[in-house]
């Protein structure tokens, strides 16, 4: 019954110490998950710009990665020592939509995108620009429109300090961003989403549907005469919000440090030692196994 225990155990610790000895020089994955993970629910524009041919939508928003099933998280601690939590993100889906509307055979030559992902200060400091461009600005009450030279200014802010920028391409009613690197909770993204104005949108009952002319409709609406029942009517119309998703790889490593392999080598040695020992004591219940041995060794010593 002992031998039986010590030869167990003996095993047990040659298999565990094998299997650390190689993670520790290879991770191995226990587990892989691909959820897609919100970095930003709908999010509404913080400053609206008609520039040279295009008309283009500034949004800015906390990184902030929600939980879900099997995702971790970046901040998410492993529980021992032994693991490590592994997270990458390669791309940004950003999804572009007009909550009481939608556009007319927009094509990828018709809007373009980009993602700036900058720190803290840096955000604010784009809003503090947006604000200070509209205190001087006489537009509309009604929309955060920001001058052209204002836009300018706050896109070559935004270009200087990104700690990272991604070019987005339309497919199939969205963006795809590329990213090299995981972007970091606690930063902000920058999202510029820039239209050709003679886009239209999809709608009943108004006679000119570009999205230029929309805009200019509601920021000179007292220009126009425009009743608050037209502009009403309009806003949800100018109104484009995204959303952003990352679809996260997230593993969990077996990566043990050297003080498990050698807790594992220490185990095995001791297993091992107990083996011998009762191996001297009762040497006859080893016999299925030194028999065998004993063969062997001969057909060495022949050789």
Not at 145 to 150: A, Q, T, V
Not at 236 to 249: E, F, G, K, N, T
Request: with cysteine.
């Amino acid at each position: 019954m002992i031998k039986v225990v010590l030869v167990a155990l003996a095993m047990s610790s040659a298999m565990l110490f094998a299997i650390l000895a190689l993670a520790s020089i290879h991770p191995l994955t226990i587990l892989s998950s691909s959820p897609y993970i919100p970095l930003t629910p709908p999010t509404s524009h913080s400053a609206i710009a008609v520039t040279g041919d295009r008309v283009c939508y500034l949004y800015i928003y906390d990184i902030q990665y929600s939980g879900g099933f099997g995702y971790y998280g970046p901040s998410a601690k492993p529980p021992s020592d032994l693991y490590q939590y592994n997270f990458s993100i390669s791309e940004l889906h950003v999804e572009v939509y007009v909550p009481l509307g939608g556009f007319k055979n927009l094509s990828s030559g018709d809007v373009s995108a980009r993602v700036f992902e900058v720190d803290r200060s840096s955000a604010f400091e784009v809003q503090r620009m947006i604000r200070e461009d509209l205190r001087h600005s006489n537009y509309s009450q009604y929309l955060n429109i920001i001058s052209g030279k204002g836009y300018g200014s706050i896109v070559s802010y935004v270009e200087q300090k990104a700690v990272q920028k991604n070019i987005c391409k339309y497919v199939h009613a969205h963006f795809i961003c590329n990213t090299t690197s995981t972007p970091l909770s606690g930063n902000a993204h920058i999202v510029e989403i820039c239209f050709r104005r003679g886009v239209e949108l999809s709608t009943t009952g108004i006679n000119d549907t570009r999205i230029d002319r929309l805009v200019d409709l509601v920021v000179n609406a007292s220009l126009y005469k425009l009743p608050d029942s037209t502009v009403n009517r309009l806003l949800p119309l100018v109104h484009v919000d995204v959303s952003v998703l990352a679809p996260m790889r997230n593993s969990v490593l077996l990566y043990p440090k050297p003080v498990h392999v050698m807790r594992a080598l220490a185990f095995l040695a001791v297993f091992v030692s107990c083996i011998v020992l009762h191996y001297r004591f009762r040497p006859h219940e080893y016999a299925g196994f030194s028999r065998p041995l004993r063969r062997l060794r001969r057909r060495i010593y022949r050789q």
